[in-house]
């Protein structure tokens, strides 16, 4: 919300979303799309999806559609994810092990550059094929390896300090899975609770007629 | 997106975020918040908040704020969640066994109703105090206990087959974090997939100047 630059964040997280059904489509043998298929595939409006390319440049021609390489190489580059660049992991459970395993299965752009964890019987240890480092060295290892991202998977006591060394070492971009609310004026922060996710599906879950819509102060 | 009802998803979505602001504020003793410290702390603007709330009542009162008890009972009881409503978790590793510890630490308003997992190995075992059921037994138990809601853990390969069975079980919303999208015409998906959450963190992690504004096809 505090990102300075101007595209809306909320562009940006529509972003993948596009390129994982550009991809599908790349895999399948599709060479263009048209603005209503990609549409359907994304389930956003062919008019929300013009809108937010534009902030990027002119895509797709009128009456043709998208070329599915073409839109995809694009949405790398924009993401910065081309150059696959180096994520941090901080904390070893069973999220940040779950998240390690998923990154390496799915070739997604990015790369693990680092794994640390508070725990010294993990850290020194490896993890899905990561060596582990203690969380004393934060800050130096994410310098001298020029890390500018991280996901912050340790329990919410802890979030505070790790972010703090994060930030030290230079990180500009965190997923913070912790349910701690991180902030901080020159880095962008992407507080991704399961708790909240969980509750604002809980809505969707209510008995039929249950709408949410009823006065809850009658 | 092809929800039914009238509520925009992204209201419903920042709902769960005023609460855990005013569940703190509770705790913190505070019984009544003006609409700029309420926006200072979740970040989302007065008139946003104040928009969002409009499709459920009248809450707070011009010059004195919003009532911090009042309101966050009303928010519990518009997701449902005052009733503390039952969760399925399918898929009991590393990810799913994460999400059942932070639900049973954290006192989000959900239960977990039911634990199933595909491998024999771990179903009928236990984790994290659950009993971890069969992935075929899925269907039948989910109807018995009526269960609405559900999380889906398992790999992509599994993902389809577990979430029909969900359905077939008369289960209203999912959140899926297998990296396949779900969908469904009268059931409520949220496909939440960690790779795409972590390549738009990727674009607010390059270098200074690489704004993602340069033409990508100049």
Redesign the interface.
Known sequence: ???P?R?PPAT??R???Y??ELEELGEAGQDVVSSRVLSELT??SSEQIRKDLA?????GRRGIGYSVG?LA??IR?????AEE?E?ALVGA???G???L???GR?H???SVGAVFDSDPGKSMGQVEGHRVLPASAIAEEVRQRKI??A?ITVPATAAQEVFAALVEGG?????NFA?V?L?HPSV?V?N????????????????KG????E????
Chains 1, 2 share one sequence.
Do not use: N
């Open positions: 919300m505090r990102e630059r595209i940006i997280a972003l993948p979303l390129l994982r389930q956003f902030y990027f440049g002119a895509f073409h190489a694009a580059r924009i993401l910065g994810i660049p994520l459970g069973r999220l092990t779950a998240l395993r998923y990154l799915r997604a752009g990015l500018r991202l996901a990180v500009q971009a965190v997923l349910p609310k902030k962008f992407h991704l609770d399961l708790a909240t996710e969980l509750q604002a599906l809980a809505y969707y879950g209510q008995a249950g709408t949410g819509r006065r809850p102060d009658a």
